[in-house]
């Protein structure tokens, strides 16, 4: 069974950094295309950045600069490090998996609340 | 990037009756080499994450009721929920993946009248 496990959410002042991480179990994270999706309070989705299994990586405009998507394969593992972070950018960060370019998110974990708050 | 809409915001339709949501991109979801439209559907009920429901703008995936269908090409779509009922309570989401740039729909809440 397929299963997406984020943690590292919590509450950071404006200007902060937090490491968000993705564990997956039942696929492999360097085999698929995974991706980071938020939802501010309240609000729609927003897809944030993926990482393709060839390693390429792509971002939101609104992000750019500021997050970095990256995995560590041996741990099967997907992460979002986030810094200069600003109060637009609380949100539930879900990972979500593709298993292909160019097709749909089929997977996708339970989220983990990111608040940034002085 | 191309840019989702959705109509309406909300609606409330009686157990039984149909639903109809619609999504429009503002660019053409439609890759002509294989004919295909890159347009899903998503639900998400409240504290859950969001599911997929239907791909390539009319595919269900695997365990989604037959009361769920989408429809459409190019720019235009439909997903059409035949006979309400009440699990199906919730916010639908269309998503383009024709662009390396993932973009979503604003959402459609549906409640029953």
């Known amino acids: 069974e397929v299963q997406l496990v984020e943690s590292g959410g919590g509450l950071v002042q404006p200007g902060g950094s937090l490491r968000l991480s993705c564990a997956a179990s039942?696929?492999?994270?360097?085999?698929?295309?995974m991706s980071w999706v938020r939802q501010a309070p309240g609000k729609g989705l927003e897809w944030v950045s993926v990482?393709?299994?060839?390693?390429?990586?792509y971002y939101a405009d609104s992000v750019k600069g500021r997050f970095t998507i990256s995995r560590d394969n041996s741990k099967n593992t997907l992460y979002l490090q986030m810094n200069s972070l600003r109060a637009e950018d609380t949100a539930v960060y879900y990972c979500?998996?593709?298993?292909?370019?160019?097709?749909?998110?089929?997977?996708w974990g339970q989220g983990t609340l990111v608040t940034v708050s002085s | 990037d191309i840019v989702m809409t959705q109509s309406p915001d909300s609606l409330a339709v009686s157990l039984g009756e149909r639903a109809t949501i619609n999504c429009k991109s503002s660019?053409?979801?439609?890759?002509?080499?294989?004919?295909?439209?890159?347009l899903a559907w998503y639900q998400q009920k409240p504290g859950q994450p969001p599911k997929l429901l239907i791909y390539?703008?009319?595919t269900r995936e695997s365990g989604v009721p037959d009361r769920f269908s989408g429809s459409g090409s190019g720019t235009d779509f439909t997903l059409t929920i035949s006979s309400l009922q009440a699990e199906d309570v919730a916010v639908y989401y269309c998503?383009?993946?024709?662009?390396?740039?993932?973009?979503f729909g604003p959402g459609t809440k549906v409640d029953i009248k």
């Open positions: 979500a998996s593709s298993p292909q370019r160019d097709t749909p998110l089929d997977y």
């Open positions: 039942g696929f492999t994270v360097s085999s698929n295309y």
């Open positions: 990482i393709y299994s060839g390693g390429s990586t």
């Open positions: 660019q053409s979801v439609l890759y002509s080499s294989n004919n295909k439209n890159y």
């Open positions: 390539w703008a009319s």
């Open positions: 998503q383009q993946y024709y662009s390396t740039l993932l973009t």
